[in-house]
């Protein structure tokens, strides 16, 4: 059970219900939101509970559409890993108040129910639950300002304020939770990228995907089948200063970010590239490529018919990408930028790349103009242009034109 009452402007949760375990995200100010968004990870008045917690970063990472996504804090979990979402859980068991188990509240016990109270409250206007037992909750004053968090201790310095809540509590909670937990669902983990908008680049993978006979990453009927609809697989080609490389990962998460195809170093491990994706294959196909967890890919490389061709919203100029950092920048652009960044953090992530997150992390001149620019520039968000107008870009783009030596630094080029 949670003491405190949460301050970030979004918060993963671990919720025990009727049902068993749940995690979810949770905006504590959704009141007053001005962006549309609503107080939880859902949709339709349901509330998206996932099993475990990398489900939970999976489905985040995926963009998928939910009530949350017009926030503009939203996006910028995509680039949190699993330890991050452990850091800041927030756990609350609704299938027992122990703190009014003996009527006697301490000043921490009392903080602590007004903080599932509030959460509480919160779940029944999201769901749009309206049954008596709701209404007795929201209409108490007690229970208001033990959930408001205001004047806590008066409120059960006389014994007849404590009876009262416990008697309130013990008639009308369990009503509420079941209420929630039957509006609780989990939704379908997307497979993979396939299939979605590209984001294009224009760059060396659009000529390598016509020559392949492939249209925005996606083979037609009579074509090669794209690596990601023959395995939970990527490819990746990152454009650097002098050339490009392929590589390649998993899209499942371990230990909260993807598994890229490479090998251990002391200083961090070294990312698997290759200048030719015809040979990448090859070389995967013959078992000589090494491993990426979990996956079987001498197998899925081997098929005639299967092509390594990266899609085009996987491919990531950040020479241009770095370029293109400027009061300028379009909302496409500021999209390529975004999904480069995300991917380059979970690549450092990975390799345990402390130099690659000190340049692009959200502290950094390059992270923070990530955060407060081009996210909602990507989006297309009212105000975003304005934005960009009075921000300092050259402090970003130096940024971005920095990691491109530190990241070649870590490549093990194989051909």
Not at 195 to 207: F, K, Q, Y
Not at 256 to 273: E, F, I, K, M, N
Not at 356 to 378: H, K, R, Y
């Amino acid at each position: 059970m949670t003491t405190e009452f949460v301050a970030d402007p979004l918060v993963p949760l671990e919720l025990t219900l009727g049902i068993g375990k749940r995690y979810t995200l949770y905006q504590p100010g959704w009141y007053t939101a001005d962006d549309g968004s609503a107080g939880f990870l859902g949709a339709n008045k349901q509330l998206y509970g996932f099993t475990s917690l990398d489900d939970l970063v999976e489905f985040v990472d995926s963009g998928a559409a939910n009530d949350l996504t017009p926030s503009s804090h939203f996006k910028g979990l995509r680039i949190w890993t699993t330890e991050e979402y452990s850091r800041r859980l927030c756990v609350y068991d609704l299938t027992r108040l122990p703190e009014i188990a003996d009527g006697e509240l301490s000043a921490d016990e009392q903080a602590g129910l007004g903080s599932t109270l509030a959460l509480m409250l919160d779940l029944l206007d999201y769901m749009d639950v309206e049954t008596e037992a709701s209404q007795a909750l929201h209409d108490d004053e007690d229970i208001s300002k033990l959930a408001s968090g205001d004047e806590v201790l008066s409120v059960f310095r006389a014994a007849h304020h404590r009876h009262h809540v416990v008697e309130l509590l013990d008639a009308n909670w369990s009503e509420c939770v079941s209420e929630v937990s039957r509006r609780v669902t989990t939704p379908k983990l997307p497979e993979g990228p396939a299939g979605r908008g590209a984001a294009g680049t224009g760059g060396p993978g659009a000529t390598l995907a016509g020559a392949r006979g492939a249209v925005n990453g996606t083979a037609p009927s009579d074509g090669p089948v794209p690596l990601e609809d023959a395995a939970p697989a990527l490819t990746l080609w990152f454009g650097l200063a002098d050339e490009g490389f392929y590589a390649l990962r998993g899209t499942a998460l371990t230990g909260g970010h993807p598994d890229y195809l490479g090998t251990p170093s002391p200083d961090g491990a070294r990312l698997a590239v290759w200048t030719d994706v015809d040979r990448m294959q090859a070389d995967v196909a013959q078992g000589s490529a090494g491993e990426v967890s979990g996956l079987d890919l001498v197998t899925v490389a081997a098929r005639d018919d299967v092509s390594f061709t990266p899609h085009d919203d996987n491919i990531f100029d950040l020479v241009e990408l770095a370029d293109s950092v400027s009061p300028q920048m379009d909302a496409d652009a500021a999209d390529r930028l975004v999904s480069a960044w995300s991917e380059v953090l979970r690549l450092a992530a990975w390799g345990g790349w402390g130099d690659v997150t000190e340049l692009l992390g959200p502290t950094s001149p390059a992270g923070a103009f990530m955060v407060s620019c081009a996210l909602d520039l990507a989006q297309d968000r009212s105000g975003a242009a304005q934005a960009l107008a009075t921000v300092d870009t050259e402090p970003a783009a130096a940024g971005w034109r920095a990691v491109v030596p530190v990241l070649t630094a870590r490549l093990d080029q194989r051909s």
